[in-house]
Nanobody, 115 residues
Framework: QVQLVESGGGLVQAGGSLRLSCAASRSILSINVMDWYRQAPGKQREYVATIISSGSTNYADSVKDRFTISRDNAKNTMYLQMNSLKPEDTAVYYC?????????WGQGTQVTVSS
């Protein structure tokens, strides 16, 4: 099993930056896929970004060129650097790890961007 804990959310003005962290309870060396998703009030959870063990990344069009996903295997932690934040980025951000064909989710961290 994998337990995930997100942190780093908060309130920021439009144009500002935040860095989210997702700490895993075990080594992430064997976790091939790690993602970030988000869910705004009244909306479905939506995909944000993926990083795989090789370091390859993928982003939703809405965050491309503003967000950067990364992972530090030594710290068992994944990150999401969010720059040029917009009010529409306001959501609860969740991290996910896919391990042995199972998906594990964190509890989420709130990001609020004021205009």
């Amino acid at each position: 099993q994998v337990q995930l804990v997100e942190s780093g959310g908060g309130l920021v003005q439009a144009g500002g930056s935040l860095r989210l962290s997702c700490a895993a309870s075990r080594s992430i060396l064997s976790i091939n896929v790690m993602d970030w998703y988000r869910q705004a009030p009244g909306k479905q959870r939506e995909y944000v970004a993926t990083i795989i063990s090789s370091g390859s990344t993928n982003y939703a069009d809405s965050v491309k060129d503003r967000f950067t996903i990364s992972r530090d295997n030594a710290k068992n932690t994944m990150y999401l650097q969010m720059n040029s934040l917009k009010p529409e980025d306001t959501a609860v951000y969740y991290c996910r790890a896919v391990h042995t064909s199972r998906s594990y989710w964190g509890q989420g961290t709130q990001v609020t961007v004021s205009s």
